[in-house]
């Protein structure tokens, strides 16, 4: 699955009605992390506001009686009304068909012994700017959006939902700047890192696509691509990385230098072959030709056999995590 369906895919595997039901899983930009909490978490943050969107005083008043009687459009109305919408779709630990934590289930083997083919694309961030500008905007500019953005999004896990929404403003915008400039120090070490390793690391610089934006948006786009996208991705893979293989990707499309960013949903066109060619390339040798057989070879090879590796891509490596001493694990907890 991808996007929501990148996350139901990922849901299946930390819910322990599902052991069994299926062999193999690819999960594209979409992770079981996104969660409310439980269900009073839910009531609180979705459906309660919902409820008195549609003009009912409580969540109480809100039966499914009463909201069989309303039409289609005032509920679609109400929904976009709402805000946050991505809080709709996320996972809610009810104590049954998900005991708790996604993660804890994952990390304790629920999907013990099912392959993963786990990624995200480069700019995920994209999908989430529209509080900052394309051009123009100062480090200030970025802080301010950022902090507005920690205010209002989905967050990773069951205990985690409040974690950031009750700092105050003054306390989201230390945090907001740290990690602006934590990831400005993050991009100067990419860019003055010698070209072989920059060849070999995912496009961190701040230029990939000038005639649409400018570096301040790029940072901006950065911070929350990794925020809202790949952290539950790289936990989920921590997660289950012990109990069956994990093959990771970033999509990056460079096909086009500087064309355009490769955001959210972006990979599917070319797994399914529907992307845009170059002008007056000739297809079977256009790059995003060979990028896209790339692709469909190796899902294919995974879904046939729960390995990605191709004879053109050659081997694909599951991921793998340092092993941690269980005394150096907890001091460094302490």
């Not at 068909?97 to 996604?102: I, S």
């Amino acid at each position: 699955g991808l996007s929501a369906g990148g996350h139901i895919s990922s849901q299946l595997l930390s819910m322990p009605a599902a052991v069994g039901l299926f062999h193999k899983a690819i999960c594209m930009s979409g992770s079981a992390q996104w969660t409310l909490g439980s269900r009073e978490h839910h009531a609180r943050r979705v459906a309660e506001p919902f409820a008195k969107q549609l003009g009912f005083q409580s969540l109480e008043d809100f039966t499914l009686e009463e909201a069989r009687k309303l039409p289609a459009e005032a509920l679609r109305q109400a929904y976009m009304a709402c805000g946050q919408f991505l809080q709709s779709g996320t996972l809610s630990v009810d104590g049954d068909t998900v005991p708790r934590d996604p993660l804890d289930l994952m990390r304790e083997g629920c999907a013990k012994g099912v392959p993963v083919l786990t990624g995200v694309t480069r700019d995920e961030g994209v999908f989430s700017t529209k509080l900052f500008k394309r051009f123009g905007a100062t480090t200030e500019d970025v802080v301010n959006g950022l902090r507005k953005h920690l205010r209002g999004v989905c967050y990773l896990m069951d205990g985690d939902v409040d974690a950031l929404r009750g700092v105050d403003d003054g306390g989201l915008e230390r945090i907001a700047g740290e990690l602006v400039a934590d990831y400005q120090g993050l991009v100067a070490g990419y860019t003055s890192a010698p070209e072989e390793v920059r060849q070999g690391a995912v496009d961190l610089s701040l230029d990939k696509c000038p005639r649409l934006a400018d570096a301040s948006y790029e940072l901006a786009a950065k911070i929350i691509g990794d925020h809202d996208f790949t952290l539950g991705h790289t936990m989920a893979i921590w997660a289950l990385w012990r109990h069956a293989p994990v093959y990771a990707y970033v999509f990056s499309d460079e096909t086009r230098p500087k064309g355009g960013y490769a955001g959210h949903g972006s990979d599917e066109r070319f797994l399914f072959g529907t992307q845009d060619r170059l002008p007056g390339a000739d297809a079977p040798a256009d790059p995003s030709t060979l990028l896209s057989t790339s692709i469909m070879e190796a899902w294919a090879a995974f879904a046939r056999n729960g390995n990605p590796s191709t004879p053109a891509l050659g081997a694909w490596p599951p991921v793998k995590f340092p092993e941690v001493a269980p005394m150096a694990a907890a001091a460094g907890a302490a």
